[in-house]
């Protein structure tokens, strides 16, 4: 088994998690079948990381005995992993058919107005990104709209500023109610 | 829960379990036994459905009902427009709209007093009449529910619930009278074709699969729904995720294999969640792992997420995925049934095939066979969606027209709009226009129009749908999906795109349609995949039956449906304006000028065509052409 040769890694709590996740897997490196949950292990780490480091990756390839070529090959080819970091608030607009035929493009473009990045983006203090989605599924609700994982349906154009304030609202409230507890 | 240890225990705890659906079913009625079923699929999970069952059953403590009423989530009844949907039997009372604050009026007025909640049941939007149950409803009159057939009747979290509709009877049946071979010869017989698109026959796959000899073989369900505008596999998995895991287990049994897995997509949280519950529940009564029911086969299922690849729903490229490698499709033959999964015989089939499987094995080939068409047998889920009044989920026999889908069942077109087009099989699809709206639905039909089933989207397109933009949107998704491999799919596609964008927004020329239809041709020849090979449909079919909208943006640089902004011109009526100036300080780039009480203009070179003037005059001021 080779183990991660740097100490920041085997100290930093956020590794630790995603190292005993590997470690429940069991990894046998003679089994040619052991990328079978390499994807399964790269969603953990994204929702440990928020997203997937040079570092994180160097870190789950000498975990697999594979090259590090082979998980960023795997990274960039899927839409759901990221390298570089998401906004505290990620805002969601669905792009599906459902939701564009209802005026989700409209929709992305006010966020975009209002939080002034573009889908894709991060703002400079890391608080805000957009990003857009192909279809949640949730298509009787089109436009939807999801802030975190707070889901906001039937959206229109001219509701963007209302939504959010709503969300840091609720957000406040919520937060509030945790400390008091 | 107790081990089900063979075929006579799965009898037992069917009579066991059965009575938890006879307040349901209505075989049992006791005027004070109440069952209140709260949809728990993504789309009324997203409002709030959980809150309306907490507070339902605060409301049963409250009044010491326990044990006498009771709340349960379900899965989805389907009629998402309407959501969250509450359905409390046994009067079978269908509530819609419902928000958690309205529990307490329901359980005072209806369960304590009898008295319906007028002001929450569905209101036909034709007839203006209250509808009580669901039967009344025009979106359930048309419907057949086969793969539906448990969504929205039982708790998907509850597998005694599944047992007690006769769930796990199938695979017993399987087990204890047939042989793998009287198996297939039954799923053949029954026409059974497969509904993630291409409809090839579910027995024959199998007997392919069969015939290969191997010490290892797998079943793989492919539940990454990722058309977008498609939630059928979704709302399967959400509400009756069993039926899937006893479908997997007899394609097993049938081919010989000992291993299942579920490909789902990350993107279906809820779905993950309730697969999880049922895999496990099934393990831990037995029903799934070693010598199930007793015989000598073994079966168990992993679940493997996908990561945001539309290609993956290809077989090959879901295998690849599934090695861990990057979801590029590879060579056909050999095909999957011989060499898939590390190289051994693997079945691939989609979500809604699966939860068919039980159903026409308990109740025979024949009688599937007897619903649907001479070449499409069964019925089939749709997702209706777009510009129809009652979004939702819809199983109806095939053969059914589209005109009976989309204005019985769906309700006609939002706001009254003229019906335009439906557009079937998402990116691979084309839209089919009005002249065939009563064309029979099957997978023959649709591909002679130019469309084809794939997995059951139906977007719904009315007057105010540019469908060159529509070309253009699915282009885009093509694009940014194409995994690169082939040149014509990565390069081809991209042209397409630039034309398209360029027909748009005002720079196309009429040798840019020719050379749609060349590219078009050369993607379709020359792709290796199923997604390169039909990423051209939905331009090409719109070209066919929309000509004269593709004609106007060129020739003309108008586009008819008032959708491509570029082409659009605001303008203000001087008859109309009396200088309020309200559309001048609502414009987002200040190009409207005009005093106090005088009339404005707009600068067109400064205008972004937002539209905003036009929302905000109340005189009707503001024009578009």
């Given at each position: ?80 992993f ?37 889908s ?46 709503k ?15 | 829960?107790?081990?089900?240890r ?50 339902f ?164 369900c ?24 006893e479908?997997?287990c ?9 291993q ?36 000598d086969?073994?079966f ?5 997420l ?43 089939n ?41 979004v ?75 469908m ?9 998704f ?10 014509p ?32 041709e ?31 943006h ?22 109309k ?31 972004i ?17």
């Amino acid at each position: 088994m080779i183990s991660p040769t740097c100490s920041i890694e085997k100290n930093h709590p956020q590794f630790k998690d995603l190292q005993q996740y590997i470690d429940s897997l069991k990894i046998n490196h003679e089994n040619p079948r052991r990328k079978d949950t390499l994807i399964m292990t790269l969603h953990r780490a994204q929702k440990i990381f928020g997203y997937l480091p040079e570092i994180v990756q160097v870190f789950i390839a000498n975990h697999y005995s594979i090259p590090h070529a082979d998980v960023s090959g795997v990274i960039s080819f899927y839409n759901f992993f990221t390298t570089t970091p998401k906004g505290k608030i990620q805002v969601n607009v669905c792009l599906g058919t459902a939701c564009y035929v209802n005026g989700a493009d409209k929709v992305l473009q006010e966020f975009e107005q209002v939080i002034g990045v573009r889908s894709g983006q991060v703002t400079e203090d890391g608080k805000f990104s957009i990003e857009s989605l192909r279809c949640v599924g949730a298509c009787g609700l089109a436009p939807v709209v999801t802030i975190n994982d707070k889901v906001f349906g039937k959206v229109k154009a001219g509701d963007v500023r209302e939504i959010l304030e709503k969300f840091f609202i609720e957000e406040e409230v919520a937060e509030k109610e945790a400390a008091n507890v | 829960m107790s081990e089900i240890r063979s075929s006579e225990q799965l009898a037992s705890a069917y009579e066991q379990y059965k009575g938890l659906l006879a307040t349901r079913l209505g075989t049992v009625i006791d005027d004070d036994t109440r069952m209140i079923l709260i949809c728990g699929g993504t789309g009324c999970h997203a409002s709030e459905s959980e809150k309306i069952v907490k507070n339902f059953e605060d409301q049963i403590k409250k009044n010491n009902l326990e044990g006498k009423v009771f709340a349960s989530i379900s899965g989805c009844f389907g009629f998402c427009e309407q959501g969250p949907i509450i359905k409390i039997f046994p009067e079978n009372v269908f509530y819609v709209q419902v928000k958690p604050e309205d529990v307490e009026d329901i359980f005072t007025q209806h369960i304590l007093n009898g008295q319906k909640v007028t002001r929450l049941l569905y209101e036909d939007p034709i007839l203006k009449e209250k509808k009580e149950t669901s039967e009344d409803i025009s979106f359930y009159k048309l419907q057949q529910r086969v793969a539906l057939r448990n969504c929205g009747l039982i708790n998907p979290e509850k597998i005694e619930e599944y047992i007690a509709a006769s769930g796990y009877q199938a695979i017993s049946k399987v087990l204890t009278e047939m042989t793998p071979q009287e198996v297939i010869t039954e799923m053949i017989a029954s026409g059974l074709r497969g509904r993630g698109g291409a409809g090839f026959s579910t027995g024959k796959k199998w007997e392919f699969a069969s015939k290969y000899q191997n010490d290892e073989k797998f079943i793989i369900c492919n539940a990454d729904e990722g058309d977008p505008g498609a939630f059928m596999d979704r709302s399967i998995m959400e509400g009756d995720s069993h039926s899937v895991i006893e479908g997997m287990c007899i394609a097993g049994y049938a081919i010989g294999a000992q291993q299942g897995v579920v490909y789902i997509r990350a993107e279906y949280p809820l779905a993950v969640h309730r697969l999880e519950i049922a895999i496990e529940q099934a393990r831990q009564m037995g029903l799934l792992g070693r010598n199930i029911l007793g015989s000598d086969f073994d079966f168990d299922i992993s679940i493997r997420l996908g990561a945001g690849a539309f290609v993956c729903g290809e077989e090959t490229a879901l295998i690849h995925s599934l090695q861990g490698l990057r979801g590029e499709p590879g060579t056909k033959p050999p095909f999957p049934a011989e060499s898939g999964l590390w190289n051994k015989p693997t079945i691939v089939n989609n979500v809604e095939t699966l939860a068919n499987v039980p159903e026409i094995i308990t109740r025979g080939a024949k009688w599937f066979s007897s619903i649907g068409t001479e070449t499409s047998k069964g019925t089939k889920v749709f997702a209706l969606a777009g510009k129809v009044n009652n979004v939702g989920l819809v199983e109806v026999p095939m053969g059914i027209t589209l005109r009976e889908i989309i204005f019985s069942i769906g309700g006609g077109i939002k706001g009254g709009a003229e019906f335009k087009s439906a557009q079937t099989g998402g990116p691979s699809g084309g839209c089919i226009p009005k002249q065939y709206l009563d064309t029979p639905i099957d997978y023959e039909s649709l591909a002679s129009i130019g469309s084809m089933m794939g997995s059951g989207g139906m977007i719904i397109m009315s007057e105010n749908d540019c469908m060159v933009n529509i070309a253009r949107f699915y282009m885009e998704f093509i694009v940014e999906e194409s995994c690169g491999r082939c040149v014509p799919c990565r390069i081809g596609n991209k042209r397409m795109f630039e034309i398209l964008t360029g027909i748009t927004e005002g720079r196309g020329t009429l040798d840019d349609l020719n050379e749609l239809r060349a590219l078009s041709e050369t993607i379709i020849d020359t792709s290796l995949c199923g997604l390169g090979q039909t990423a051209p449909n939905p331009v090409l079919s719109t070209m066919k039956y929309f000509m004269d909208e593709y004609e106007a943006h060129v020739i003309d640089k108008k586009c008819p449906a008032g959708v491509c902004q570029k082409l659009l011109i605001y303008e203000i009526l001087s008859e109309k304006c009396i200088g309020c100036t309200s559309c001048a300080r609502y414009c987002p780039v200040n190009c409207i000028s005009g005093a106090v009480k005088q009339l404005h203009t707009i600068d067109q070179s400064k205008c972004i065509k937002c539209g905003a003037c036009m929302t905000r005059c109340k005189f009707g001021a503001v024009v578009r052409n």
